[in-house]
T-cell receptor, first 110, second 116 residues
Framework: DAKTTQPPSMDCAEGRAANLPCNHSTISGNEYVYWYRQIHSQGPQYIIHGLKNNETNEMASLIITEDRKSSTLILPHATLRDTAVYYCIVVGGATNKLIFGTGTLLAVQP | NAGVTQTPKFRILKIGQSMTLQCTQDMNHNYMYWYRQDPGMGLKLIYYSVGAGITDKGEVPNGYNVSRSTTEDFPLRLELAAPSQTSVYFC???????????????FGPGTRLTVL
């Protein structure tokens, strides 16, 4: 599975959009980009995933560049409860194994 | 649905003791996983199972054993506890993805284990 690179930490003001970047320059054609988050001491929680197209659900939007080498997770109106570690994970088409890096610690400030 | 449940929430073991971490899911998922998470690190896969009676090793299987006799349960066994096994353990489950793609994993709340 391709490795990902994320900034170790980011701050965001409450009510503003949080944009979390992820580089996955070695991604291959059948690999998906998944985002999970982990609020302190809890189990990881699925947020969103995509293959080529941009995706949106009730939690977030995922923007994938045309060359698929990077993506951005967007939380449109961050709240204090969105403070968490966000993991960007690339997963092969035929495997379910998640390889977690150290993620990005997003701190939403009041 | 309760989702994925894990027991116990916390446990302290002495070196050399053994214990079983329990994991149960009520979503009728075929796939189940065990991860460990050390402080400040991401999760590492210990073992996984694609169905009852089938298990396979992940990244860090040494010192652990698993079994999968039912779809719902996937216990993790530590035979001779060592301080290096002090960690938070998460169980997860999933169903095969649509159109051959990967699927979403649902995680339990974790078991915090300390070995002294």
């Amino acid at each position: 599975d391709a490795k990902t690179t994320q900034p170790p930490s980011m701050d965001c003001a409450e009510g503003r959009a949080a944009n979390l970047p992820c580089n996955h320059s070695t991604i291959s054609g059948n690999e998906y980009v998944y985002w999970y988050r982990q609020i302190h001491s809890q189990g990881p929680q699925y947020i969103i995933h995509g293959l080529k197209n941009n995706e949106t659900n009730e939690m977030a939007s995922l923007i994938i560049t045309e060359d698929r080498k990077s993506s951005t997770l967007i939380l449109p109106h961050a709240t204090l409860r969105d403070t968490a570690v966000y993991y960007c994970i690339v997963v092969g088409g035929a495997t379910n194994k998640l390889i977690f890096g150290t993620g990005t610690l997003l701190a939403v400030q009041p | 649905n309760a989702g994925v449940t894990q027991t116990p929430k916390f446990r302290i073991l002495k070196i050399g003791q053994s214990m079983t971490l329990q994991c149960t899911q009520d979503m009728n998922h075929n796939y189940m996983y065990w991860y460990r998470q050390d402080p400040g690190m991401g999760l590492k896969l210990i073992y996984y199972s694609v169905g009852a009676g089938i298990t396979d090793k992940g990244e860090v299987p040494n010192g652990y054993n698993v079994s999968r006799s039912t779809t719902e349960d996937f216990p993790l066994r530590l035979e001779l506890a060592a301080p290096s096994q002090t960690s938070v353990y998460f169980c997860a489950s999933s169903s095969p993805g649509l159109a051959g793609g990967p699927d979403t994993q649902y995680f339990g709340p974790g078991t915090r284990l300390t070995v002294l």
